[in-house]
């Protein structure tokens, strides 16, 4: 299964949240997801399998206890996928917070409107009678 495979669906990745912060027991995983997406626990199951047997995830035991990890390494390979499209979107971020940058100034330098607000002058308004 390619990665995007895996990342593609909303459970899976949802999973990834959940582990990102750390090793978590199969059932705490099982009780969010299944409370959130409103799927049975062997679905939760199959998802924590395809994650482990495409190299996202790791599993321990610990006595009766199945421990969930992240296994960063399909991760960074997919970031390096992406590196070569980065530049695409922070071009555009870039050229954002530029153009944020000089509205701010813009409003800064701005003579202050005389009556105060933004509208214009007292009176000017599109009064229709």
Known sequence: MHAFDVLGDPVRRRILELLADGERPAGEVGA???????????AVSQHLRVLRENGF?????????RLYAV?????AEVDRWLARYRGFWEQRLDALGTELARGRRERRSAPPA???????PAGTGD???
């Not at 409370?35 to 062997?42: K, L, N, R, T, Y």
């Not at 995830?57 to 206890?65: L, P, S, Y």
């Not at 296994?71 to 991760?75: I, N, R």
């Open 32 to 42: 969010v997801v299944q409370a959130e997406f409103g799927i049975s626990q062997p």
């Open 57 to 65: 995830a790791t599993v321990r035991a610990q006595g009766t206890r």
């Open 71 to 75: 296994d960063p390494t399909p991760l």
């Open 114 to 120: 005389p009556d105060g607000g933004a509208g214009g």
């Open 127 to 129: 009064a229709r009678s």
